[in-house]
């Protein structure tokens, strides 16, 4: 750090030739011999000809006879602060009255809209409202200007709002709290079916109406629900590890598949093969077409199967199980061919991107607690995320890069976030269990949730593919509890 010399004698050193504009601004603020500071090898300008004058502030030590004299050292310092345009402008700069035109938004402007909410009399989760916002806050830090080069009004997007309460609640009579089930699922017809006990209900989303499908016997429970592509046909997985298949729209069975020795807690449809992960630590495959119960047996894990995924193209199947690993197969494969083992705990959680072709994540256990983004085409870890609560599911948004993660112990809660950066869009909570069950609407706006408090709660998350690059809210219908059965 330099400091002032104590010298009692001052010589200019020699320099090159000034330019006029260096002239001019030195001539500016030179003072007659008798009253300049001998400090050091440079003058300092004095604080009262010069920065009350640059920001038009009134100075009472001023002397109103050196105003000429400093106005075009005023002036070069203002052009090189601020840029040309603000040189000889008719109003300045002033800290209680900011110019828009320096800090956007920074300052003043109206406040967002608050959260939309339908009819009270609405009964369909499916109608959303939507408003067009009528003032924008800028994100821009402070300071920054949106007319400087390479800052845009267009780059710049508010933030979606995404409302915090459910926009409607249903009750779920002995909706199990066990980890290593599967229990909901919404098909692309908007049905929503919901394992309860020894029984499956479906709810029709469109007219509220609750069906029972089937029912098991006394002995017997339901572990797993999965619904085929086309909307139509329910595979139920059960305790006695028997797996059963539905024509729902007939509330008629097809038929009854064998081959697991323990409960079905996992189910992944891919065209007509249906694979099925069992407390047997084994991985089925199911034709449905054909006579024989199953066509092949995928061996690798050495304990349950609790979570299990087809990549969206139908080309890989991820595994997850409570010996805390992660597989990927493929169709002809009888071992898998990828094997990750950095989780902690049990492998529930699992997502394909629909975005990002090979983006694969997955979510550990208690002991976990992370978010793991895998790259299946390089075999490698693309990041973490440790979320601080166990990961009960994922889901990704098929609108827009975004996904869902729900969470049991400790905070029993729902996170939105926004992929690659993973910060948080929204943090959600009522459930007072874990939410252990997650499902999406076929139109990739709504998720419903569901817990061991035996309700499920549906939420307006993500918006639709028309709205997600407008400036548009969605709105949240509201609450209405009926009961499933």
């Known amino acids: 750090m330099e400091t002032a010399s ?77 840029g040309p345009e603000c040189v000889g402008a008719a109003t300045g700069f002033h800290p209680s009255t900011p110019d828009k035109s320096f800090l956007p938004g920074r300052f003043g402007g109206s406040s967002h809209s608050n959260y939309l909410h339908a009819s009270p009399t609405n009964c369909n989760i499916f109608k959303y409202k939507t408003e067009t916002r009528k003032s924008l806050h800028s994100l821009l830090p402070f300071g920054f200007d949106d007319h400087l080069p ?18 409607k609640v249903l009750d779920a009579p002995a909706l199990q709290d066990d980890f290593y089930l599967n229990l909901v699922d919404w098909s692309s017809q908007n049905v929503l079916a919901v394992g309860l006990g020894n029984c499956v209900y479906l709810w029709h989303a469109s007219s509220c109406k609750v069906v029972k499908l089937c029912e098991l016997g006394l002995d017997d429970s339901v572990c797993s629900v999965g619904w085929a592509y086309c909307g139509r046909n329910l595979a139920v997985g059960t305790n006695s590890g028997k797996l059963q298949l539905w024509d729902a729209s007939c509330c008629k069975r097809i038929k009854t598949m064998e081959g697991h020795q323990f409960r079905v807690g996992a189910l992944a449809w891919s065209s007509s093969l249906l694979s099925s992960g069992s407390r047997d630590k084994s991985i089925l495959q199911h034709d449905v077409r054909a006579r024989d119960d199953y066509v092949s047996r995928l061996s690798g894990h050495k304990s349950e199967v609790c979570g299990l995924k087809w990549s969206c193209d139908n080309r890989e199947l991820a595994s997850g199980g409570n010996d805390n690993r992660l597989f990927v197969w493929n169709h002809h494969s009888a071992q898998p061919v990828l094997k990750f083992s950095e989780h902690t705990a049990a492998v529930k959680a699992i997502a394909w991107s629909p975005h990002i072709h090979g983006v694969l994540a997955s979510g550990g256990g208690t002991a976990d607690r992370c978010i793991r983004f895998w790259n299946t085409t390089t075999n490698s870890q693309l990041g973490r995320m440790d979320t601080g609560s166990q990961v009960c599911n994922l889901v990704w948004s098929k609108n827009v890069n975004e996904l869902v993660s729900t969470h049991g112990y400790s905070q029993n809660q729902i996170i939105v976030w926004r992929y690659p ?3 948080k869009l929204a943090t959600l909570t009522g459930h007072t269990y874990r939410v252990l069950y997650l499902a ?46």
């Open 440 to 485: 999406i609407s076929p139109d990739g706006q709504t998720i419903v949730t569901g817990a061991g408090d035996e309700t499920l709660r549906f939420w307006n998350v993500f918006p639709s593919p028309k709205s997600q690059n407008t400036e548009t809210e969605i709105g949240a219908s509201s609450l209405g509890r009926t009961q499933i059965r």
């Open 150 to 167: 390479g800052i845009s009004h267009s780059s710049v997007k508010v933030p979606r709002k995404v409302p915090r309460s459910p926009c």
């Open 6 to 82: 104590t010298s009692t004698s001052f010589t200019e050193p020699k320099t090159p030739a000034k330019t006029a504009a260096t002239e001019l601004l030195h001539s500016s603020y030179r003072r007659p011999s008798s009253s300049r500071t001998i400090c050091g090898d440079r003058f300092i300008p004095s604080r009262s000809s010069s920065y009350f004058a640059l920001f038009d502030l009134p100075n009472s030590n001023s002397d109103p006879s050196s105003d000429d004299s400093n106005s075009a050292y005023v002036s070069l310092l203002k052009s090189a602060l601020f």
């Open 421 to 423: 950066t993973m910060s």
